[in-house]
T-cell receptor
Framework: QQQVKQSPQSLIVQKGGISIINCAYENTAFDYFPWYQQFPGKGPALLIAIRPDVSEKKEGRFTISFNKSAKQFSLHIMDSQPGDSATYFCAAGNQAGTALIFGKGTTLSVSS | DVKVTQSSRYLVKRTGEKVFLECVQDMDHENMFWYRQDPGLGLRLIYFSYDVKMKEKGDIPEGYSVSREKKERFSLILESASTNQTSMYLC??????????FGSGTRLTVV
């Protein structure tokens, strides 16, 4: 019940295209769903996060879509750029003080 | 901005050595975490601490211990390093809005 399943493992997108990464969770107690972006040699950095009271959150070219009934959420990167090439992690957690559970990551390459 | 500092970027240690990985945060956060990152396995929780001298085991605590004597410092200890502990180690501190801030990581190689 504690797993977060992330797909795909790797993704290649042309510059200007849309990158989509999907995650699914099992624990209905989760109420916080962040996405982290990690560049080589760096620690992950918070990109965008959503709580289950909304179905979508947009920040610039990055959008989280959230489907509570399906227990799924996804990251959409519009107009993907070579600078977006990185590893992306989804995660889930709750306010009970437990640690975030992370997906296994998606390596995104945006070709120019 | 919250800063999480890990004392070493790269470490090479010998099998059987006792290894200390240090992490310091500058925002008085109660919660701190240690993860290890391996290709294809993502981030796996080793230990976390929700207050000074308090600790909780994560998913893979075997072969590790932690110490939190001061609020800003959370140390990960490999009691007797083994080659299967070669990995990237990431420390994180939790911010007031629930998000994590990660350090830059320590890449540990055990030979």
């Amino acid at each position: 019940q504690q797993q977060v399943k992330q797909s795909p493992q790797s993704l290649i997108v042309q510059k200007g295209g849309i990158s989509i990464i999907n995650c699914a969770y099992e624990n209905t107690a989760f109420d916080y769903f962040p996405w982290y972006q990690q560049f080589p040699g760096k620690g992950p950095a918070l990109l965008i996060a959503i709580r289950p009271d909304v179905s979508e959150k947009k920040e610039g070219r990055f959008t989280i879509s959230f489907n509570k009934s399906a227990k799924q959420f996804s990251l959409h990167i519009m107009d993907s750029q070579p600078g977006d090439s990185a590893t992306y992690f989804c995660a889930a957690g709750n306010q009970a003080g437990t640690a975030l559970i992370f997906g296994k990551g998606t390596t995104l390459s945006v070709s120019s | 901005d919250v800063k999480v500092t890990q004392s070493s970027r790269y470490l090479v240690k010998r099998t059987g050595e006792k290894v200390f990985l240090e992490c310091v945060q500058d925002m008085d956060h109660e919660n701190m975490f240690w993860y290890r990152q391996d290709p294809g396995l993502g981030l796996r929780l080793i230990y976390f601490s929700y207050d000074v001298k308090m600790k909780e085991k994560g998913d893979i605590p075997e072969g590790y211990s932690v110490s939190r004597e001061k609020k800003e410092r959370f140390s990960l200890i490999l009691e007797s390093a083994s080659t299967n502990q070669t990995s990237m180690y990431l420390c994180a501190s939790r911010t007031a809005n629930y998000g994590y801030t990660f350090g830059s990581g320590t890449r540990l190689t055990v030979v």
